[in-house]
Structures are given as structure tokens and as C-alpha cells.
């Protein structure tokens, strides 16, 4: 993971439906299947509409079984939530992030975040900030890459050190 070229970028603001799971990071994630039906069901697919994870937990700091990660999709402007009782909804906040470009296979995705806030961050002129997620932005299905692989853009909340 040397030589990653990251990007600093502005992101707007996210409404997204969400579907929420608690458990290790690394079995499967049966929450996104949830949520696939749900966009299928309501016509919210790329490539209008994202797809982004969010790892709410450090597993370096959490139990595993206790991790929680929500399966996110966003939603048109206008989009009547009120008659969605079975999913959540909520915003993301935009603001200033640095992108890794992540390609590889699906159980390595902690590898970025290692890189992120272990190396890339602490010799960079920013801090994470904390106060906003991590965004996973989903670019492929895994299951239909050729190699198994997964392709997401890591979206790191970022603000400028205070020297």
C-alpha cells in the first residue's frame, strides 16, 4: 500500500436510506441484501443513486460482535421517506475528506484504514475528524468482479491540523 495517491475532496451533503447491522465486520453481510430489495423495490439504483458503507466502530476498540455497520443508498431530492416505516433514514454531513481508492479484495479494506489513519494522516497537514463517518462508496459488486474483488472509494473526514 505504498505510493497510494490521495485526493482531497469536498462533499455535499448525503440523505441516504440505511439498513443497520451489529456483529464482525468480516462474516457476512446480509444487511446489504436487505437493502437491495428495498432500492430494487423502489427503483433507487446507480447510476443516479450511491451506495455507500459506513464502519461505525473501531474494531481495535470495539468487541467484534458489537461492531455496527450500515448499508446505505441515497435518495432522490423529494423522496416521500414518511412512507417508508421499514427502513431508516438519515443524513451524512458533507465537508472536506481525503479518498483512497480501494481495489482489492473485500476482507483487505481494513488495510486503507490502517494506511489512512497510521501513515497517510499523521505525515499529512491533516487531522480525522471524528465528528463526521467514514463513507465507503461501493463502485462494483465483488460477486461479479472477475477476481472477487471490490472496488470503493474511502471517503476519510478530514480537517486541517492545528499546528
Known amino acids: 500500500m505504498i505510493n497510494i495517491n490521495i485526493v482531497i475532496k469536498e462533499l455535499p451533503e448525503y440523505e441516504v436510506a440505511f439498513v443497520r447491522r451489529v456483529g464482525s465486520y468480516f462474516e457476512p453481510q446480509d444487511h446489504?441484501?436487505?437493502?437491495?430489495?428495498?432500492?430494487?423495490?423502489?427503483?433507487?439504483?446507480?447510476?443516479h443513486?450511491?451506495?455507500?458503507?459506513?464502519?461505525?466502530?473501531?474494531?481495535?476498540?470495539?468487541?467484534?460482535?458489537?461492531?455496527?455497520?450500515?448499508?446505505?443508498?441515497?435518495?432522490?431530492?423529494?423522496?416521500?421517506?414518511?412512507?417508508?416505516?421499514?427502513?431508516?433514514f438519515k443524513k451524512l454531513?458533507?465537508?472536506?475528506?481525503?479518498?483512497?481508492?480501494?481495489?482489492?479484495?473485500?476482507?483487505?479494506?481494513?488495510?486503507?484504514?490502517?494506511?489512512?489513519?497510521?501513515?497517510?494522516?499523521?505525515?499529512?497537514?491533516?487531522e480525522a475528524d471524528y465528528d463526521r463517518y467514514n463513507l465507503e462508496f461501493g463502485l462494483n459488486n465483488p460477486w461479479e468482479d472477475p477476481d472477487g474483488k471490490m472496488k470503493v472509494d474511502l471517503f476519510v473526514p478530514i480537517k486541517k491540523r492545528i499546528s
Not at 451506495?51 to 461492531?67: A, Y
Not at 472536506?96 to 494522516?121: C, G, I, S, V
Open 93 to 126: 454531513d458533507g465537508g472536506q475528506y481525503a479518498l483512497y481508492p480501494f481495489y482489492d479484495k473485500p476482507e483487505l479494506l481494513n488495510l486503507a484504514y490502517k494506511y489512512m489513519f497510521e501513515q497517510w494522516l499523521p505525515n499529512s497537514e491533516y
Open 32 to 47: 446489504w441484501e436487505k437493502l437491495m430489495h428495498w432500492t430494487n423495490e423502489n427503483g433507487i439504483f446507480p447510476p
Open 49 to 88: 443513486q450511491s451506495f455507500i458503507g459506513i464502519s461505525l466502530d473501531n474494531p481495535e476498540f470495539v468487541e467484534s460482535d458489537k461492531c455496527r455497520h450500515d448499508a446505505c443508498v441515497t435518495i432522490p431530492a423529494g423522496f416521500k421517506k414518511e412512507k417508508h416505516s421499514n427502513i431508516q
